[in-house]
């Protein structure tokens, strides 16, 4: 079988497959989904997002978690490089999906941040006071799995080894 040589070359290429949105100057992809989002065949490489290849068009990157193209207009399927701008993979979620709760904002702002990068302060008041993770969750802004694990690992001594008869004797 021989390799494919159609596929995305150019911006113009790119319009061709788009129906335009007048209202919003969105380019609204035409042809092959996966999940929803458009599949872009890119010469060379095969089947890529439209943030991918975009980007590939743009600078011949590929996006990553530090940088990558974000749609200003909140479509991540619109293929108008207009409509986008450099961003983080955090800008990303949060201009497709933005939070609708201040619960679920909470819960974006941790979904790129472990428990470890909570500063200090944070981390003396939640092992420092007697209230549940899900005070100390609603008081900090953290979500309660986070208090949690901090809780834990903040009373429970470092186990060596990976046995579990290891780490139930430690806790005897």
Do not use: Y
């Not at 150019?10 to 989002?37: P, Y």
């Not at 207009?73 to 986008?84: K, T």
């Not at 901090?150 to 780490?167: K, M």
């Amino acid at each position: 079988m021989g390799a494919r040589k159609d596929g995305i070359k150019s911006f113009s290429g790119i319009k061709a497959r788009c129906h335009v949105d007048r209202a919003t100057g969105c380019w609204n992809w035409k042809g092959a989904m996966r999940g929803g989002l458009p599949l872009v065949w890119l010469p060379g490489i095969g089947p890529s997002s439209m943030t991918k290849t975009l980007q590939h068009l743009t600078d011949g990157t590929r996006p990553t978690r530090e940088r990558m193209l974000v749609p200003v207009c909140g479509n991540a399927g619109c293929g108008n490089p207009a409509h986008r701008r450099w961003g983080t993979k955090r800008e990303f979620f949060v201009s497709v999906m933005p939070p609708k709760t201040e619960l679920q904002r909470a819960k974006l702002s941790l979904s790129t941040t472990r428990h470890r990068g909570i500063p200090e302060d944070k981390r003396a008041v939640i092992l420092s006071s007697g209230k549940t993770p899900a005070e100390l969750s609603r008081e900090l802004g953290l979500h309660g799995s986070t208090v949690a694990k901090i809780l834990r690992r903040g009373t429970r001594p470092a186990v060596s080894g990976s046995s579990v008869f290891a780490w139930a004797g430690s806790m005897a």
